[in-house]
């Protein structure tokens, strides 16, 4: 299973708005997919009563113990993909699903302030080495205003623009907030509009990044084993010869 969470201190960035687009890009990319509340506001659940259709399932969890032993419940249950939406701010409950996420996403608006609001999620996700990648939301849909934005978080990472900024950006349009309030996703509401497109784009971002994740992490696994085996041998060869000269 993969776990996305999207955390940001900033309130208002677009962490729910995502969570749920993203969800349905997936499920119609044919996952599985569980959204975890982990925000009291209950903007995802409120969200899914507004909602015919129960699929995803959104399942709070506001108590940061009660994360890992569900998200590995779920796993062992052969979900997917559980994306988490969090509070604004830095819970211990959003430490913890970040702790235990494949990658973390971090929207903010092209403004100063939600760019200065990602650094405490960013030294979190580092801290517990998780990928991570920003979103650049609620965009113009041109402009010198998103290429600063876009330098400043590559700055603050220290890291090259491609690996830390998700493709493409989310523009701001009213379909995400109609979405919101009919109940529906971005891709339900308006299949084929642009605001659809873009985030069915991001999820393969997101995709493509998981992927090489695990291929990342199945090659750095073969290393390790290779030189477990290694160390087993010789350490075998030099006990052989030590009885060997004991004799
Ligand atoms: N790309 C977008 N275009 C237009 N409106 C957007 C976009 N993304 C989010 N919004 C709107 O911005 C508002 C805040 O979004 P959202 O609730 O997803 O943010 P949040 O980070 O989850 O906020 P909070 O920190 O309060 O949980 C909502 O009204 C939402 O519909
Ligand atoms: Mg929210």
């Known amino acids: 299973m993969h776990t996305i969470v999207l955390a940001t201190q900033k309130g208002g960035s677009g962490k729910s708005t995502l969570a749920i687009g993203l969800a349905l890009a997936a499920r119609q990319a044919g996952f599985t997919v569980r959204l975890i509340e982990t925000d009291p506001q209950g903007t995802l659940s409120n969200w899914q009563r507004r909602r015919s259709n129960e699929d995803p399932v959104v399942e709070p969890i506001y108590h940061a113990a009660h994360i890992e032993p569900r998200l590995k419940m779920l796993a062992d249950s052969g979900l997917q993909l559980a994306i988490v939406d969090t509070a604004a701010g830095l819970s211990a409950a959003t430490t913890a699903a970040i702790r235990h996420s494949d990658l973390c996403l971090i929207p903010a608006r092209p403004s100063v302030a939600d760019i200065e609001a990602t650094v405490s999620t960013l030294s979190v996700a580092r801290a517990w080495k998780r990928p991570y990648g920003f979103v650049l939301n609620q965009t113009p849909i041109r402009g010198q205003r998103i290429d600063n934005a876009a330098d400043v978080l590559a700055e603050e990472a220290s890291l090259d623009l491609a690996d830390v900024l998700a ?24 299949p084929n509009g642009k605001s659809a497109d873009e985030i069915r784009r991001l999820w393969r971002w997101i995709e493509t990044r998981l992927d090489l994740e695990v291929t990342t992490n199945r090659l750095i696994d073969q290393v390790i084993s290779a030189a477990d085996g290694m160390l087993h041998v010789a350490g ?6 030590i009885t060997a000269l004991a004799s």
Not at 167 to 190: T, Y
């Open 236 to 241: 075998e060869r030099a006990s052989g010869e």
């Open 167 to 190: 493709r493409p950006l989310i523009v701001m349009r009213n379909d995400h907030q109609d979405s919101l309030a009919a109940g529906l996703a971005v891709s339900e509401f308006a």
